[in-house]
């Protein structure tokens, strides 16, 4: 797929950031923090309580699984809790649940496999919605690998590209990466995406790519010059171009492109919990809070009018 140049800028870079296709089968263990609460609230005063599955409302907890080193989307802050705009939208709902979601953290690539196995009930984790998560099919290859999921959608993002600051070496498009090494995380649209910009390459200028367990990994990569350039979704590039070293370690180049869903993902099995969440969702845009939580991690322009069951494409 040729990634298109359209100037699609979905999130707000000027706005204040407070202190962004994947293989369905995951590769190495999870790794495994604290698990780390967010949202709690009594299920006697919560408005959808009785719309949950009857063992989540019993227990009061909703197991989240989520790569926590995507800052603004979910990271650690400098007390170690759990903090960002999923954390955020996660308190919401939960409020309207009667319940927590408590999250834990795992690799980018092995979360679906930590959902199918029933170590989460969802995947709450900046991951985009895409039919090839939906049906279980891997990207590269086009066969089916694995189940697929479900999707609760609640926002739109798109890919950057981002350069160490002042030493861009012409990039401005993915075709201008051709010849050049790229730091992606593993298993993210940013690694599909590059890895059919690479098969595009011509003979001499091949498309270097390596791919990290997490973002943090592939921006000290960049910092360090191993790499010419580095790819995400654009609020966490916007992110890391205006936090890292004072702004002073990165600079966007070119555009956003691949808009997409942000989902929520769950069994497909699992359609009560999905149905559920999707109303809390609703009920949390249609509240009012749902604009200042994304005003808060500068996501304003990601936001969707209403919550949609797999709408990606």
Known sequence: ?????TRTYLFSVGVSLACTALLLTGCGDQTSDKNESSGSGSADAAPLAD????????KR????????????????????KVVGLDPDLAVAMGKQLGVTFQFANGTFDALLTGLRSGRYDI????????????????????????????????????????????????????DDLCGKKLAVQRGTTSQ????RQATK??????????????????????????VDAASSDFPVAAYATKTSGDGKDFEMVGDQVEAA?????????????RDALQAAMNAVIKSGEYPKILEKW???????KESAVNSGK
């Open 123 to 174: 995947v709450m984790s900046a991951m985009g919605d895409n039919k090839n998560r939906q049906e279980g099919i891997d990207p590269a290859t086009g066969k089916k690998v694995g189940e697929g999921v479900d999707f609760v959608d609640y926002l739109t993002a798109g890919v950057s590209l981002y350069t160490r600051k002042g030493d861009t070496q012409g990039i401005t498009t993915w």
């Open 61 to 80: 907890v909703i197991k989240v699984g989520s790569d926590i080193a995507y800052a603004p989307v979910e990271f650690k802050d400098d007390s170690g």
């Open 1 to 5: 797929m040729s990634p298109s140049s």
């Open 51 to 58: 719309r949950l599955p009857a063992a989540i409302r019993d």
């Open 298 to 304: 500068g996501a304003r322009d990601g936001a969707v």
């Open 261 to 273: 869903p942000y989902g929520i993902a769950l069994s497909k099995d699992d359609t009560q919990l």
């Open 192 to 195: 599909d995406l590059a890895k």
């Open 201 to 226: 390459c011509p003979g001499g200028r091949k498309l270097t790519i390596e791919a990290f367990d997490d973002n943090q990994q592939a921006q000290t990569r960049l910092r360090s010059g191993g």
